[in-house]
């Protein structure tokens, strides 16, 4: 009994962990290849990651891979590099991360009176497709960018990963019969 659970143990050990890391701050030189080298410093990988600039400051977030040693080594020393640049820092293990799909991109608009609960069906429509989500923004126009007298128009952007055998114009298709009957107009464009 003791030897199995002992084999379990080191089998547990073994595994690839992953853990989902969240920094913001101020945008400051040389602190993403900063933050890479103590990733990579303990031996694990980066298999994803997405930053963004906003204003003076930036967010990003990463999904590193590696031995249960590695991952908790990242987990103590991570906060430490954060503090002495003045990030905040957040972290969650995870696991069964697959790579996402960037060769197949597009870029999906909508537009017209909002409603509620929209992004909740748009964003359920995309996952009832195995269609990802990487960027969103949402904005409520002005009544100079309007051209109704209805002040409750938005528009919606969202970068999109579609799988390959989706086939784009019937994905655009069936968006529409969504969007018809909400008075929404959209539209998906790839990106290359």
């Known amino acids: 009994m003791y030897v199995i659970a002992n084999l379990k143990a080191t089998n547990w050990l073994k595994m690839q962990q992953q853990l989902i890391i969240t ?8 602190v993403l ?10 031996g694990c990988n ?6 963004a600039i ?10 590193i891979e590696g031995s249960q040693s590695a991952i908790t080594q990242a987990e103590c020393l991570l906060p430490h590099t954060c503090q002495k640049h003045n990030l905040l820092s957040m972290m969650k293990r995870t696991k069964k ?3 996402q799909n960037l060769e197949h991109l597009a870029d999906v608009i909508i537009h017209g009176e909002s409603t509620p609960g929209l992004i909740d069906q748009v964003t359920d429509f995309f996952k009832q497709h195995h269609i990802s989500v990487s960027a969103f923004r949402l904005k409520f126009l002005d009544k100079e960018e309007n051209d109704s007298a209805n002040d409750k128009h938005m528009k919606c952007k969202m970068v999109i990963s579609i799988p390959h055998e ?6 655009e298709q069936a968006l529409q019969n969504l969007l018809q ?3 929404l107009q959209g539209s998906i464009k790839p990106n290359h």
């Open 23 to 30: 920094i913001l701050g101020s945008d400051q030189f040389g």
């Open 33 to 42: 290849s900063t933050l890479a080298d103590t990733v990579s410093g303990v």
């Open 46 to 51: 980066i298999l994803d990651s997405r930053q």
């Open 54 to 63: 906003y204003g003076e400051d930036f967010s990003l977030t990463m999904i």
């Open 97 to 99: 991360h697959c790579k």
């Open 166 to 171: 989706l086939e784009v114009e019937k994905i």
């Open 181 to 183: 009957p909400l008075n």
